[in-house]
């Protein structure tokens, strides 16, 4: 098959989450299962020409190579992109957001004429790309090239739908009858989301529980209605994660490598990870975060519990940043508890791997999960999850490997805590648990292998 990745972020040239970790792994997966890929993205400030060996194919138009011949071809025009953001800076969105990823949708569309690759499939990733299925459907509808190319769009996270003002309808170049209820209209606005929901031929979501979660009104973000119309075309798969990244047998930014033949190196990488975050050596069980710091990934209530869970017989590593007022709670946390918690409030790539290899749990505690890459990463690193079964996080993480509480609130967060605590003092259990860990295989591999299945179902529709 041929198909297209049309994405706003692809790790490693632009990433701000999961999106790029996803757009970045899953083109290779695919390749490697046999299948020709081409990959389409904005040309932003960061990808510089010399790093990448960008080669130009035309004007605003240019190309690298990753895998074995997977061409990432990247659109470019300094107005929109050559910026310092992908899609703001700290003051907020860029207000031409909407100009900005018409352009690079309708682009793709007509680059992929001038390379003359016509794709079975073009797989689009979140709002940025939702123009794509919706101009195949209206203004390329009677030009054949583009005629039955399918068109899969996945949601990463429905809480981020492309709002704009309905003032600004004029320029996707869309005929008005498409403003209203059933097409891309949303109390008033324009919902770039919606719209690809309704033109894509087949929707999925990033785990197969967050696929039915959003088609409840307290997961659908105001669009379980149009999810719940398309559910026939709806579907789940998981991401995965890339083991040649995480990976404690080879892992060389972690401070002893270890494996399910010899564990040793895990309490290795403990004491090192205690003696570099200032905490007591001592045999407590430490927890482990690595976060954005905000209210999805569970610091509502977190913030209420942290002071009682400090009172435990417990050490805690948090990594990461986010809202200001969970930075101002969690250093006056770490001022109050120096020898029980540790607080970097940064990003840290070598520091994140190293509280994965190094920690005892991987807390987690997610409000909603699409699907989450942090609780398959501690697995694979012998470091069982504390999760909230929601999302993705319900579909990995069970009582064999982690922590798992169903009522999101601070007393149930607190009485799962003190489960793993007292249960990490049973060390024959405990080394059991640690075992168990490691049977769980969250590839790239199986993923695409499911996305392949879908790709061939949209070709026979």
């Not at 991401?239 to 040649?244: L, V």
Request: a neutral charge; charged letters at 25%; proline letters at 4%.
């Amino acid at each position: 098959m041929k198909i297209v990745i049309c994405a706003s972020e692809v790790f490693p040239f632009a990433k701000t989450g999961g999106l790029a970790d996803v757009t970045g792994a899953l083109p290779l997966a695919l390749e490697n299962l046999g299948e020709e890929i081409n990959v389409f993205m904005p040309k932003y400030q960061m990808v510089s020409e010399g790093k990448w060996h960008l080669r130009k194919v035309k004007n605003g138009l240019f190309y690298t190579v990753i895998g074995k011949n997977i061409k990432v071809y990247l659109i470019e025009h300094n107005d929109y992109f050559n910026r310092p953001g992908l899609y703001g800076e700290k003051s907020g969105d860029y207000p031409d957001n909407l100009d900005r990823f018409v352009f690079f949708t309708k682009k793709t569309l007509e680059f992929l004429k001038d390379i003359d690759f016509k794709p079975d499939v073009i797989h689009v990733h979140d709002w940025q790309t939702s123009l794509i299925p919706i101009y195949l459907k209206t203004i390329y509808k009677g030009v054949s090239f583009y005629k039955n190319i399918k068109v899969l769009l996945t949601i990463h996270n429905i809480g981020y739908q492309g709002l704009f003002p309905r003032e600004e309808f004029h320029k996707l170049g869309l005929d008005w009858s498409l403003f209203n209820i059933e097409g891309l209209e949303f109390y008033n606005q324009i919902n770039l989301l919606k719209g690809g929901i309704i033109f894509s031929d087949a929707i999925n979501t990033v785990s197969p529980t967050y696929s039915k979660e959003i088609q409840t009104k307290e997961f659908g973000f105001g669009l379980e209605g149009v999810l719940a119309n398309k559910k026939d075309k709806l579907y789940g798969i998981l991401n995965g994660i890339d083991y040649s990244v995480w990976n404690p047998a080879t892992d060389k930014l972690i401070f002893s490598n270890y494996s399910p033949e010899d564990i040793s190196g895990k309490h290795k990488n403990k004491e090192e990870l205690q003696r570099l975050c200032k905490l007591p050596i001592r045999d407590a069980i430490l927890f482990g975060m690595v976060s954005r710091l905000a209210e999805q990934k569970g610091w509502d209530i977190l913030a209420e519990a942290m002071d009682e869970i400090c009172k435990l017989d417990l050490q805690i590593v948090i990594l990461g940043t986010g809202d200001l007022k969970y930075h101002l709670i969690l250093e006056e946390i770490s001022r109050k508890y120096p020898d029980i918690c540790s607080v970097h409030l940064k990003f840290d790539e070598v520091l994140a791997h190293r509280i994965y290899a190094g920690s005892d749990v991987f807390l987690m505690p997610s409000k909603y999960e699409p699907c989450g890459l942090g609780q398959m990463i501690s697995l694979k690193y012998a470091t069982p999850p504390l999760v909230f079964k929601t999302g993705g996080l319900a579909d990995t993480v069970c009582e064999d490997n982690g922590f798992v509480f169903d009522t999101y609130n601070k007393e149930e967060l607190i009485k799962t805590i003190k489960k793993a605590l007292s249960l990490y003092k049973d060390k024959t259990y405990w080394n059991s648990l640690l075992r168990r860990t490691f049977n769980y295989n969250f590839s790239w591999e199986e993923s695409a292998k499911k996305y392949i299945e879908l790709y061939r179902k949209l070709m026979n529709l």
